[in-house]
């Protein structure tokens, strides 16, 4: 019997939310066979199972948000059920012929066979060697009388080999281990708390920092979770603030709490730490796009964009392309820790994207190298696959400069705030017939506004307007495009 345990399928990832089982108790599953959906903080993403048997229990319910390393489900693999820790009492057989207890207690060698690794994740084979670890089995070094008191030195030691390599008992995932009554610098499960500082231990970072936000003493709880852990809900509880089953509770009439939580939580943390870290500055500009838009309609018709969506969009990532080139500074990014500027001569194009999940910001990456046609098929499959709810982690990052699109809901114009790690965000507004003065003439034309945020500690307000006025004039023009590229 396994147990595949959530692993971070992100760096500092702490827990994710089920969306979604693609199997159920009772289903075959091979190796690598897509099992379930989970929602990061970033994203939603396809975990596939790391065995092959049937499935035998799920561990964790949908819409549940689980810690990482926490068992999620069961799969039975024919080889019986899980070997019981290396610290558990279980009592052995009778010692014969005033054989000691502590002799018939030896573990047995470890095992040279591994378990099956997740592609793309555990530690591959031929890594270094693991270190034996002592457990609570383990006999001292001079073992005492039968009968007699063990001393104190024979209790399990506090873990300092944490590394994945010094433990020979870790699953594929690293993090995990297969003795989760044995945890490292805390108690054995069950084990009476000798202070406040090891009942901690039993409690996942995330839980932790609930407990602080509400309030909540660790020290006073009693854990509910495996080998008595704290959870959530023992915090909550504790608090007075149990969670309703439903996602959304009904908290009065007429009221209603959407929990925040995945990407939209994670939306909520960036764009709070970008609005009060990056002084933002926001210019406007509107422009005549009237020659832009029969380009668009040109383009349409012509045989390389048959395929492909073309729209006002593609021309003004085309014209942020090119006047990140002409005014590089635009495309770069303040190391606070360094107290450097980054100056990027590539970029990855950030196309804001509102999902049912959220705004999420994928880029395009290496952008500035892309032919019209493939920037067009680039864009059209990101905004597909946003729609989706399939973008990876790895689509939203390393971006460096970012537009979103704002007209296709109706606005003229906004402040953008900026996408953490970048310096400038340029908003696209609607498209709207206007009066406009053409050579002393009122006639009417295609008008849009572009507003322009960036951090004015990379940023002046000259290279600020620069860059606007050039963006605005190859919108209106289209044959600058190909005079500045």
Known sequence: MKQFKLPDVGEGLTEAEIVRWHVK????????QIIVEIETAKAVVELPCPFEGVVAALMADEGETVD???????????????????SSAAPGPAPERGQALAEDMVPAPPKEERQPVLVGYGVKMGAAKRRPRRSASTPPASTPPAGSPAPRSAQPPARQDTGPAAREDAGPFTGESAAPS???????????PASG??????????????????????????GSGPQGSITRDDVQSAAGAVPAPAAVRAVQAGEERIPVKGVRRATAQAMVASAFTAPHVTEFLQVDVTE??????????LPDFAEVKVSPLLLVAKAVLVAARRYPMINSAWDEVAQEIVVKHYVNLGIAAATPRGLLVPNVKD?????????????????????????????MAGGTITITNVGVFGVDAGTPILNPGESAILA????????????GQIVPRRVCTLALSFDHRVVDGELGSLFLRDVGAMLEDPLRMLAWN
Request: glycine content about 10%.
């Open 25 to 32: 108790a009772g289903d075959p599953v091979k190796v690598n």
């Open 68 to 86: 990482v390393g926490r068992p999620i489900i069961s799969v039975d693999d024919g080889t019986g059920t899980d070997p019981a820790p290396a």
């Open 182 to 192: 044995v945890r490292e610098n805390g108690p054995a499960a069950g084990a009476a």
């Open 197 to 222: 500082g090891r009942v901690a231990t039993l409690a996942k970072p995330p839980v932790r920092k609930l407990a602080k936000d509400l309030g909540v003493d660790l020290t006073t709880l009693t």
């Open 292 to 301: 832009t838009m029969d380009a668009v309609g040109r383009l349409r018709r």
């Open 367 to 395: 952008a500035h190298a892309m032919s019209l046609p493939d920037l067009a098929r680039a864009l059209g499959a990101l905004a597909e696959t946003a729609r989706a709810g399939r973008t990876q982690p790895a689509d």
């Open 428 to 439: 696209f507004g609607q498209v709207r017939d206007m009066p406009w003065v053409v050579d």
